[in-house]
């Protein structure tokens, strides 16, 4: 192979290498270890009904809440149930931690982040005490719905059932 030969590929490689770091910018990783489900059977119809988005959830084996991708911390619920975030590909995420657990006012939660903080993806951003919401009577499965949905064409889950964090949850095309 030539000089000029190499020097094609290497533009090539370089040209396919940006194009699947602008492909991710868009994905959104699992942020928690956990089963993955469909949205409509989380049982909440704000949720199930695709109403704040597309997306998927999680029923999670931990509290631990990481990063999905790199990108800033948009929004922190005084509440501490649910983070709003922004990736560096524009996709707008809702994470919220368990089903009506608003009405916990911040008891069993503790985030890790702030308003405006730039995130990388898998950083820890919260902790949730899972048994102290189920003995709150709330239920512990958790919604990751992209909110700005209707920018996109299309929202797929590529993931499901038992996983682990960091693992792609949802291509954003």
Do not use: W
């Not at 000029?4 to 990783?29: C, G, I, L, M, P």
């Not at 368990?98 to 308003?115: H, P, R, Y």
């Amino acid at each position: 192979m030539g000089l000029f030969d190499r020097f094609k590929k290497s533009v090539s490689q370089n040209t396919q290498n940006e194009t699947q770091a602008v492909v991710d910018n868009k994905a959104v990783f699992l942020p928690m270890k956990g089963k993955v489900i469909d949205l409509k059977d989380v049982g909440d119809g704000v949720f199930s009904e695709g109403m704040l988005g597309r997306g998927a959830a999680v029923e999670p084996e931990d509290g631990k809440v990481y990063a999905p991708f790199d990108g800033e911390v948009t929004m922190v619920y005084d509440t501490k149930h649910a983070l709003g975030l922004m990736s560096k590909g524009g996709v707008e995420l809702l994470i919220h931690i368990g089903l009506d657990t608003v009405q916990l006012e911040g008891k069993c939660f503790s985030i890790k982040v702030k308003n405006g903080q730039k995130i990388k993806k898998g950083g820890l951003m919260a902790t949730a005490d899972l048994e102290g919401i189920k003995k709150a009577g709330c239920k512990t499965v958790t919604p990751v719905i992209v909110t700005n949905s209707d920018d996109f064409a299309e929202i797929e889950r590529v993931c499901e059932g038992e996983s682990e964090v960091g693992v792609k949850l949802l291509n954003v095309k």
